[in-house]
Each structure stands twice: as C-alpha cells, then as structure tokens.
C-alpha cells in the first residue's frame, strides 16, 4: 500500500498506484490542495498595518510598490500623504481665485442658470487659464453648468 506525505500537512494518507503514476495525491485533502495550488504572498498594510493576501498581478499593476489592505485603507493613506504642502497644486494655503471673487462682492449666482444656492457655486476661468487670476476672467457657476462648459463647449452667458 502506498502511503505518501502530503505536501502541505506532512500527513500520510493511501494513494492508489494508479493515480500515483499519473501524478495524483500529492495532497491529502481538498483543502490542502487549494492551499498548495495558491499563488502570491502575504504582504503588510501600509497603513493599518494588517496582513494581506496579493496574487502576481497585483505586484505587476502597482505603481508606488505600497499595499493595504482595502479600499479604505488605500483613500485614508492617499488623503493623509497627498494634503497640505505635499500636494501638487498645492499654492500655499490659500484659494485664490474664490477669494479675489468674493472679495470683489460679485452677486454669487450662476451666471448660466441662476442658481444662489452656495454650496454648488465654484469659481470658473471664462478664459480657461487657472494662472489669470484677475476679476474679469473670473466668473460664478454652478457644478452642473461648470461640467458642460468644459465638456460639451458651452458658452458662459
């Protein structure tokens, strides 16, 4: 009788001779067989610091080299790195733009739609340059007409 160690465990379990020749039992159960099948490593959390399990791809299709352990995880270490002075259009502290307009006390509306409500106001460039900061070039609109401006060439009235 061929008994033979499995390759995870180290547990001897019988192989029949027919399925040793053809290169069968080479783990002793379904669950040993999955474990021997896997692929990839476990790897720590850059933020939390959990261990986590990443297959191959994963390590081809990282830019920064950095794992964690979800999504969460991955926007709370993106929002801590990349705020402040570590951000790249980082310009000091200070928006600008929103307050050389609300400085001048230019009516906040929409100037496409009409819309006062302030929480979905943001300042928009009428010449599409974000380094002309002067009060001409500056103008008050609402996301939704903001998004048509810039992506299906609306025309500020």
Same mark, same amino acid.
């Given at each position: 009788? $061929? +008994?033979?160690? !499995?390759k995870i465990c180290d547990k001897e379990f &019988?192989?029949? $001779? %027919?399925?040793?020749?053809? /290169? &069968?039992?080479? &783990? !002793? %159960?379904?669950?040993? =067989? +999955?474990? /021997?099948q896997k692929k990839g490593r476990y790897?720590? !959390?850059? =933020?939390? /610091? +959990?261990?986590?399990? =990443?297959v191959p791809k994963d390590f081809n299709k990282s830019k920064s080299g950095k794992f964690f352990c979800g999504k969460s995880c991955q926007t709370k270490w993106r929002n801590e790195f990349y705020s402040g002075e570590k951000h790249y259009y980082w310009r000091g502290g200070e928006y600008t733009y929103r307050n050389t307009i609300l400085k001048s006390k230019t009516v906040q509306e929409c100037k496409m739609c009409g819309i006062k409500d302030k929480r979905l106001l943001i300042v928009h460039h009428l010449d599409h340059n974000r380094r002309n900061p002067k009060l001409e070039n500056l103008a008050w609109l609402c996301r939704n007409c903001h998004y048509l401006v810039h992506n299906h060439n609306e025309k500020v009235k």
């Amino acid at each position: 009788m $061929p +008994n033979v160690k !499995c390759k995870i465990c180290d547990k001897e379990f &019988y192989v029949k $001779p %027919s399925h040793q020749e053809l /290169g &069968y039992g080479k &783990y !002793c %159960s379904i669950k040993c =067989r +999955n474990e /021997g099948q896997k692929k990839g490593r476990y790897v720590i !959390c850059e =933020r939390c /610091g +959990n261990q986590t399990w =990443r297959v191959p791809k994963d390590f081809n299709k990282s830019k920064s080299g950095k794992f964690f352990c979800g999504k969460s995880c991955q926007t709370k270490w993106r929002n801590e790195f990349y705020s402040g002075e570590k951000h790249y259009y980082w310009r000091g502290g200070e928006y600008t733009y929103r307050n050389t307009i609300l400085k001048s006390k230019t009516v906040q509306e929409c100037k496409m739609c009409g819309i006062k409500d302030k929480r979905l106001l943001i300042v928009h460039h009428l010449d599409h340059n974000r380094r002309n900061p002067k009060l001409e070039n500056l103008a008050w609109l609402c996301r939704n007409c903001h998004y048509l401006v810039h992506n299906h060439n609306e025309k500020v009235k």
